[in-house]
């Protein structure tokens, strides 16, 4: 038996229709691709990126002025030496000195900081942040007030720093000259607060000696007379202490610096400086940078 398959009007009439949009599509194609114009760029057949883009790819990496943060950070190790240097005879407006006939020679203040610093900066502006430990090197020595009126080289003290020191937490604000771009001149100030540790031993003359006034813990016989003997008697001849001299625990600190920076592309830091710090000083901070 053969079987017939009749098609109704309406279906054949699809079917036309269809086929002419499809052909008419394919005559359209090729028009449409010129009109669209080479492509920017060809794709490899291993999946690399398109030339124009790796290229592009690349500058953007390797531009310096595009590589550059905005901001750089350091962390340093700092230390300093303090001291009042050539300011000394500022003291001998107040102290007397060896210079003063028949007067011993007063100490020479000064001793050594260590510390860590954290370092913000931007463009010419660095925020400094530090926390450090001084010790006092001053060795203990007589002390005798300036008088208006007639000297007398009898009534000073003898001090004796014991353990001496300071903590400071602190902050600085620097800025920054570049004159090369591993060389710059840095110069700022700021403030601190210390903490003293230790204590100031003291001894009074004997008129005003209040621990040990008859130097019983001394040999009174090296003493010329027990009665008038100056502090720096006292001491020499073993007489007991007059107690820790009084001082504050909470000292405010104030910075001036100037230094020159060494700057090894933007990986590791080198600062020398000089400057104020509660006293004069001289010192170095290095460190990294990231």
Same mark, same amino acid.
């Given at each position: 038996?053969?079987?017939?398959?009749n098609?109704?009007?309406?279906?054949a009439?699809r079917?036309g /229709?269809?086929?002419?949009?499809?052909l008419?599509g394919?005559a359209?194609?090729?028009a449409?691709?010129?009109?669209? @114009?080479?492509l &920017?760029?060809?794709?490899s057949d291993?999946?690399?990126l398109? %030339?124009i883009?790796? +290229?592009?790819?690349?500058?953007l990496?390797?531009?310096?002025?595009?590589?550059k943060?905005?901001?750089l950070?350091?962390?340093n190790?700092?230390?300093?030496?303090m001291?009042?240097?050539?300011?000394?005879s500022?003291?001998?407006?107040?102290y007397y000195?060896d210079? /003063? %006939?028949?007067?011993?020679?007063r100490?020479?203040?000064?001793?050594?900081a260590? #510390?860590?610093?954290?370092?913000?900066?931007?463009d010419q502006?660095? @925020?400094?942040?530090y926390l450090?430990?001084?010790?006092?090197l001053?060795?203990g020595? =007589?002390?005798?007030?300036?008088?208006d009126?007639?000297?007398?080289?009898?009534? #000073?003290? =003898?001090?004796?720093? %014991?353990n001496?020191?300071i903590?400071?937490?602190?902050?600085d =604000?620097g !800025? +920054?000259?570049h004159?090369e771009p591993?060389?710059? *001149?840095?110069?700022?100030?700021?403030? #601190?607060l #210390?903490?003293?540790?230790?204590?100031?031993?003291q001894? &009074?003359?004997?008129?005003?000696?209040?621990g040990d006034?008859?130097?019983?813990?001394?040999?009174?016989s090296?003493?010329?007379?027990p009665?008038?003997?100056?502090?720096?008697?006292?001491?020499?001849? @073993?007489?007991?202490d007059d107690g820790?001299k009084?001082?504050p625990?909470?000292?405010? !600190?104030v910075?001036?610096n100037?230094g020159?920076? *060494?700057n *090894?592309?933007?990986?590791? /830091?080198?600062?020398?400086?000089t400057?104020?710090?509660?006293?004069?000083?001289?010192g !170095?901070?290095?460190?990294?940078? *990231?």
């Amino acid at each position: 038996m053969t079987a017939r398959f009749n098609r109704s009007p309406s279906t054949a009439s699809r079917l036309g /229709t269809l086929s002419l949009l499809g052909l008419a599509g394919l005559a359209a194609a090729p028009a449409w691709a010129s009109a669209q @114009g080479p492509l &920017n760029a060809e794709s490899s057949d291993d999946g690399d990126l398109p %030339e124009i883009a790796a +290229e592009e790819l690349d500058a953007l990496m390797h531009d310096p002025d595009d590589m550059k943060r905005d901001m750089l950070m350091e962390v340093n190790i700092r230390s300093r030496y303090m001291s009042l240097f050539f300011a000394d005879s500022i003291l001998d407006n107040w102290y007397y000195d060896d210079d /003063t %006939e028949g007067h011993p020679d007063r100490p020479a203040i000064y001793g050594y900081a260590f #510390g860590l610093e954290y370092v913000i900066k931007k463009d010419q502006a660095n @925020g400094i942040f530090y926390l450090e430990y001084a010790r006092s090197l001053t060795r203990g020595g =007589y002390w005798d007030d300036v008088e208006d009126d007639t000297p007398n080289y009898a009534d #000073g003290e =003898y001090i004796l720093p %014991e353990n001496l020191g300071i903590f400071t937490i602190g902050a600085d =604000y620097g !800025m +920054e000259l570049h004159a090369e771009p591993w060389l710059s *001149f840095i110069f700022g100030g700021g403030l #601190g607060l #210390g903490i003293l540790t230790g204590d100031i031993i003291q001894w &009074n003359s004997a008129i005003e000696a209040e621990g040990d006034p008859q130097c019983e813990q001394g040999d009174p016989s090296l003493l010329g007379d027990p009665e008038t003997a100056t502090a720096l008697e006292r001491f020499d001849a @073993g007489c007991g202490d007059d107690g820790p001299k009084g001082m504050p625990s909470v000292i405010p !600190m104030v910075d001036i610096n100037v230094g020159v920076r *060494f700057n *090894f592309s933007d990986r590791a /830091t080198l600062r020398l400086e000089t400057g104020l710090h509660s006293l004069l000083y001289v010192g !170095m901070a290095t460190g990294v940078v *990231f």
